[in-house]
């Protein structure tokens, strides 16, 4: 589960050239990140490329398999991440081809998902909207609606 300190510079070099790159640890591996796009894994000094719907079926006819881990119960897990054919860090074309089809799969996931900034946005909005709901019931009738939290208040009532 570890990765080389010198794998990781080659990995953050090599990738550089597609875009601004960032490595970020994450439970005993890395993600690595391309303009902010969130594109293969790292484990064991090897490198697991995003696929989708698109892209799957040209990494299975390559040969590749998908990034596995175990669960908890023991049970095996898979991503959405298959590994990067041997030998992509020495044909400059090879990793061209296979990053392209990362980073493109990558893409589409991000246009799939909900900007962070509306979801808080919305959230931010529905809080409000309870909140000031409730500073308009009468104080009254919001303490008449409590309910005992412990039997000797509920005995008081």
């Known amino acids: 589960m570890a990765i080389s300190s010198s794998f990781l510079t080659l990995v953050k070099e090599t990738f550089a050239t597609f875009g601004e ?7 005993g591996g890395a ?13 064991d000094d090897v490198v697991y490329f ?9 990494f299975e006819r390559a040969g590749l398999e998908p990034f596995q ?13 298959y590994n990067a054919p041997e030998g992509i860090f020495d044909d400059a074309d090879e ?6 089809l990362a980073l493109d799969a990558a893409r589409r996931a991000a246009k799939l998902k909900p900007k962070k900034k509306a979801k808080k946005k ?27 939290t412990s039997l000797k208040a509920a005995k008081k009532r």
Not at 50 to 58: G, I, N, Q, S
Not at 95 to 100: E, F, G, I
Request: proline share 3%; charged share 35%; net charge positive.
């Open 21 to 27: 790159t960032e490595i970020r640890r994450m439970f």
């Open 50 to 58: 995003k696929v989708d719907d698109v892209t799957r079926d040209t």
């Open 122 to 148: 919305a959230a931010k909005k529905a809080g409000a909207k309870v909140n000031s709901a409730a500073t308009k019931t009468p104080a009254k009738d919001r303490a008449a609606r409590r309910r005992p």
């Open 31 to 43: 993600g690595v990140y391309c303009d902010s796009l969130f594109f293969a894994i790292l484990d």
């Open 69 to 81: 881990f175990e669960m908890k119960d023991g049970s095996m897990a898979s991503m959405s991440y």
């Open 95 to 100: 990793l061209r081809d296979w990053t392209v």
